[in-house]
């Protein structure tokens, strides 16, 4: 009994996989090269002027430090300054959002004069900055 094929017989069928395999790896490659390049679609655009935006940020910061120093947008400021600079932001903006950021060992009785304060000027858009869970 013979259990390898002859090797002077001809094959009866070819073995397409070897092909398969080949022509899903060019498709692959296609897929990946047809959805890279395309961006969008091609439009011409109308021009802007060179000019800045005379829009600035509106959104406030308020940073209060371990040791109790304010801060509004990175510039220290006391209290008083803190309370001038807010009236006269709401006077140009009058519903603009505010965020406070607290340091976690900054005494909570800085925080609510803050708080307080955004509360007497009628500033309802308050946020307190947090960070998630885990992060040092």
């Known amino acids: 009994m013979q259990l390898q094929p002859d090797a002077n017989k001809p094959y009866d069928d070819i073995n397409i996989t070897p092909m398969l395999d080949l022509a899903y790896v060019l498709l692959i490659i296609f897929i990946i090269m047809t959805t ?49 600079r807010l009236m006269a932001a709401e006077a140009q903006t009058p519903d603009f959002p505010v965020v406070v950021s607290g340091d976690g060992q900054a005494q909570y009785q800085a925080v609510m004069n803050v708080l307080d304060l955004l509360g007497r000027l009628n ?14």
Not at 50 to 68: E, H, N, R, V
Not at 128 to 136: N, V
């Open 36 to 84: 890279a390049a395309v961006q969008g679609m091609k439009v011409n655009l109308p021009q802007a002027s060179a000019q800045q935006s005379l829009a600035k940020p509106m959104t406030k910061a308020i940073t209060i430090t371990s040791d109790g120093r304010l801060f509004l947008d990175t510039v220290p400021v006391s209290m008083a300054e803190l309370q001038s």
């Open 123 to 136: 500033i309802t858009q308050v946020g307190l900055a947090t960070k998630p869970a885990g992060q040092s």
